[in-house]
């Protein structure tokens, strides 16, 4: 008798969002101010509260281990010093036009509009000002590192985890007892977060069925909206950035990349780990692609924690969605520090699945912003990932493939023919 098969945890995603939605839709239907519907919502607010709270706990130490762990561990960069400088330039060159994309399409499309939660009685909100650009560049640095810990501020916890590797890097083999500690750390956090999200059905049934008890199932319009903006702004950059970087950068054909790497980018998207598809998209890289292996090994792993575009797309969005949700307008040099702080939480993001909806957690609290627009996207994020994570990934190999041929040793002939390496190692 065969043993029946365990429902992955996406799938009890998704029973937790549908049971939220039914449960709320007749919750709203009775009446949110009928005494049992009253005696109840906190109840259901509570396993919702809960799985915030725990998704808040463990956001520091990951982001933490996680900087500390990929810098500590960067042995090569010193005889790839050029390409690490041209590396992280073409990082943050993708980083700040995939979210400024992303919330120029939020600007033009608005998802959020139209459904002004304040006006339902959720009361009204002010966004904190968002820094200015001495700020922001003064922020970066922790006057108390404690402080900002404790305070969960994400800028001052990465540049903090950049220096501690960085230091740790010097200190060359002194360090390896502490290396292999923060690198345990690290993984231990990983799993932590994989104990954390099991929660995650539990904590979308009870923040869907509240939101849909008192607001009404007119929240699906904005959500349904959000996911098109999103997807549509990873599309547009695939289409339209990443092969202008490819055609007049990389001197490549787009399409040809693109049927190459279609494989990383499925796996990818499957799988929402860029850290998942590492594997392939190196082998890709350097059988298909013509990266040399050395290039490849030291942009490909630091591209699946420090590159990640489609997150970034995700965080400029999703702020923009809440603050549309409230009807709070956020100024034009709001959003071009937003664009900047985006940017730095997204090569701050770790390479696993819902590790963008931790960050986003952190950063709407950060700007004072109600964490009513994550209730609503949490149990569509599974949905919106998989853009993000296969976007994320495509930007590795594009950044690869860029700087190998900045460098001039890409191998064209292997580019242009993805039989070839293959016929050579038969040969050999």
């Known amino acids: 008798m065969s043993k029946p098969r365990k429902l992955k945890l996406l799938?009890?995603?998704?029973?937790?969002?549908?049971?939220?939605?039914?449960?709320?839709?007749?919750?709203?239907?009775?009446?949110?101010?009928?005494?049992?519907?009253?005696?109840?919502?906190?109840?259901?607010?509570?396993l919702g509260d809960v799985f915030l709270r725990l998704i808040k706990m463990v956001v520091v130490p990951l982001v933490l281990f996680s900087i500390i762990s990929g810098v500590s561990n960067l042995t090569e960069i010193k005889k790839l010093r050029s390409i690490g400088t041209k590396t992280i330039i073409i990082f943050f060159l993708t980083g700040f036009l995939?979210?400024?994309?992303?919330?120029?399409?939020?600007?033009?499309?608005?998802?959020?509009?139209?459904?002004?939660?304040?006006?339902?009685?959720?009361?009204?909100?002010?966004?904190?000002?968002?820094?200015?650009?001495?700020?922001?560049?003064?922020?970066?640095?922790?006057?108390?590192?404690?402080?900002?810990?404790?305070?969960?501020?994400?800028?001052?916890?990465?540049?903090?985890?950049?220096?501690?590797?960085?230091?740790?890097?010097?200190?060359?083999?002194?360090a390896e007892p502490i290396v292999n500690l923060v690198d345990r750390l690290s993984e231990m956090m990983y799993k932590v977060v994989d104990i954390v999200i099991q929660f995650t059905p539990f904590g979308v049934f009870g923040l869907m069925s509240k939101a849909v008890t008192i607001f009404g199932v007119g929240i699906f319009g904005p959500v349904f909206n959000f996911i098109l903006v999103d997807y549509g702004a990873n599309i547009f950059n695939i289409v339209v950035w990443y092969s202008l970087i490819l055609y007049f950068i990389a001197k490549?054909?787009?399409?040809?990349?693109?049927?190459?790497?279609?494989?990383?980018?499925?796996?990818?998207?499957?799988?929402?780990?860029?850290?998942?598809?590492?594997?392939?998209?190196?082998?890709?890289g350097t059988d298909k692609i013509g990266i040399p292996k050395e290039?490849?090994?030291?942009?490909?792993?630091?591209?699946a924690t420090?590159?990640?575009?489609?997150?970034?797309?995700?965080?400029?969005?999703?702020?923009?969605?809440?603050a549309q949700?409230?009807?709070?307008?956020?100024?034009?040099?709001?959003?071009?520090?937003?664009?900047?702080?985006?940017?730095?939480?997204?090569?701050?993001?770790?390479?696993?699945?819902?590790?963008?909806?931790?960050?986003?957690?952190?950063?709407?609290?950060?700007?004072?912003?109600?964490?009513?627009?994550?209730?609503?996207?949490?149990?569509?994020?599974?949905?919106?990932?998989?853009?993000?994570?296969?976007?994320?990934?495509?930007?590795?190999?594009?950044v690869g493939v860029t700087v190998s041929s900045l460098e001039k040793d890409l191998d064209r002939e292997v580019f242009n023919n993805s039989d070839l390496l293959a016929v050579k190692s038969q040969a050999s």
């Open 252 to 284: 490549v054909n787009p399409l040809k990349f693109y049927k190459k790497a279609f494989e990383p980018w499925a796996i990818a998207f499957s799988t929402c780990s860029s850290a998942a598809a590492l594997p392939v998209t190196m082998k890709v």
């Open 98 to 174: 995939s979210i400024g994309t992303g919330i120029l399409m939020a600007n033009i499309f608005k998802p959020g509009a139209g459904l002004n939660i304040a006006e339902l009685g959720a009361g009204t909100v002010e966004m904190r000002e968002l820094p200015t650009v001495f700020d922001s560049i003064l922020g970066l640095f922790p006057a108390n590192i404690f402080e900002s810990l404790t305070q969960g501020e994400m800028l001052h916890i990465i540049s903090f985890g950049i220096f501690i590797g960085a230091g740790l890097l010097l200190m060359g083999e002194r």
């Open 325 to 398: 949700l409230y009807g709070i307008e956020i100024s034009f040099s709001q959003q071009i520090m937003l664009v900047l702080t985006a940017t730095m939480l997204s090569i701050g993001c770790a390479a696993a699945p819902q590790t963008g909806l931790i960050i986003s957690i952190a950063l709407l609290t950060g700007l004072g912003i109600p964490l009513d627009g994550i209730a609503l996207i949490a149990g569509v994020y599974r949905i919106v990932d998989q853009i993000h994570t296969s976007t994320n990934a495509l930007g590795d190999l594009v």
């Open 11 to 46: 799938h009890k995603i998704f029973i937790g969002l549908f049971l939220g939605i039914i449960v709320g839709a007749i919750l709203s239907a009775v009446g949110n101010d009928e005494p049992f519907v009253v005696g109840l919502l906190p109840w259901l607010g509570l």
């Open 295 to 303: 290039t490849a090994s030291f942009i490909l792993p630091l591209g």
């Open 306 to 322: 420090a590159n990640m575009n489609g997150t970034g797309i995700y965080f400029g969005i999703v702020v923009m969605f809440a």
